[in-house]
Each structure stands twice: as structure tokens, then as C-alpha cells.
């Protein structure tokens, strides 16, 4: 089993930034992929950002060039930054570690974005 504990949600205003992190324990190694994904209400959830244990990343399109994940293996964390949050960026963010068909969810951290 894989643990993972999201931090770092809250609520800014438009055009603000925020840093999301992700700590992973238990039966952890650097070979997962990694991603976050969001949930608004009413909306199915969705990948925002990945990141391969190589560290190659991939993102969505509403987010390319604001988005920013990242991850250290050694302290086996891995962080999203957020600029230039939009309202629109309001959803529930999930970290997610996969491998092959093995997946683990964290269990989310809200963030809020005020027009």
C-alpha cells in the first residue's frame, strides 16, 4: 500500500499563486508516475499534471504555462505549483501515484479561487 498526504490547499484571489505538495509513504518507490488531478463540482475529475519517475511531464491544456509540477524522489514528495490561478481553477485537487495497473489516491485538498 501507498499513502498520500496532500497539503497546501486554500483560497487566494484571481491572478494569485499557490504551491500544492504531495508526501508519499508505505510501499513508495521512485518508479511510480505521479500526477495530480482535479475535481470541481458537478464535474468529472480530471489530470492536470504528471510526471514520470524520469521526470518527463506532461500537462493539461488549460494549465500549460501556469502549471508547474515537480518531484524529489529522495524525500519522495512531489509539488505543483500554481500561477496565475483563475477562478475557474476552484476543484478539489487529487495526488495520484500509478504503476502499471496499481493507482493510489491522497484524499484531496481544496482550493479556491475568488474573482
Known amino acids: 500500500q501507498v499513502q498520500l498526504v496532500e497539503s497546501g490547499g486554500g483560497l487566494v484571489q484571481a491572478g494569485g499563486s499557490l504551491r500544492l505538495s504531495c508526501a508519499a509513504s508505505g510501499s513508495f518507490s521512485s518508479l511510480y508516475r505521479m500526477a495530480w488531478y482535479r475535481q470541481a463540482p458537478g464535474k468529472q475529475r480530471e489530470l492536470v499534471a504528471r510526471i514520470t519517475s524520469v521526470g518527463t511531464t506532461n500537462y493539461a491544456d488549460s494549465v500549460k504555462g501556469r502549471f508547474t509540477i515537480s518531484r524529489d524522489n529522495a524525500k519522495n514528495t512531489v509539488d505543483l505549483q500554481m500561477n496565475s490561478l483563475k477562478p475557474e481553477d476552484t476543484a478539489v485537487y487529487y495526488c495520484?501515484?500509478?504503476?502499471?495497473?496499481?493507482?493510489?489516491w491522497g484524499q484531496g485538498t481544496q482550493v479556491t479561487v475568488s474573482s
Open positions: 495520484n501515484a500509478d504503476r502499471t495497473i496499481v493507482t493510489f
